[in-house]
């Protein structure tokens, strides 16, 4: 059974930083696409950045420039650096992993989430 854990969430100050990390294991494959998502209290989950095992990375427009995904040396593995945190940034994140970042939401899988909160 597949399973992914999330790490390196924490309570930081506005205009901080996080890294947040996440591995799979249970699996001989190694996953085409990994991404990270966040869901705020109150709010629909929606997707932060996700990364191809090519490189090929997207990102809401509301991380552009201040996140960056990343995937390690170790198979699947995926990092999510974080910069100039917001209070908007508050919610907690979820690592997905499956054959694309399209089809994460229908059939991948996903970990436990990781909670970050930013102050003012």
């Known amino acids: 059974q597949v399973q992914l854990v999330e790490s390196g969430g924490g309570l930081v100050q506005a205009g901080g930083s996080l890294r947040l990390s996440c591995a799979a294991s249970g699996t001989r494959i190694s996953f085409n696409a990994m991404a990270w998502y966040r869901q705020a209290p109150g709010k629909r989950r929606e997707l932060v950045a996700g990364i191809t095992a090519i490189g090929s990375t997207n990102y809401a427009d509301s991380v552009k420039g201040r996140f960056t995904i990343s995937r390690g040396n170790a198979k699947n593995t995926v990092f999510l650096q974080m910069h100039s945190l917001k209070p908007e940034d508050t919610a907690v994140y979820y690592c997905?992993?499956?054959?694309?970042?399209?089809?994460?939401?229908?059939?991948?899988?996903w970990g436990q989430g990781t909670q970050v909160t930013v102050s003012s």
């Open positions: 997905a992993a499956g054959p694309s970042v399209a089809a994460l939401e229908r059939v991948g899988s």
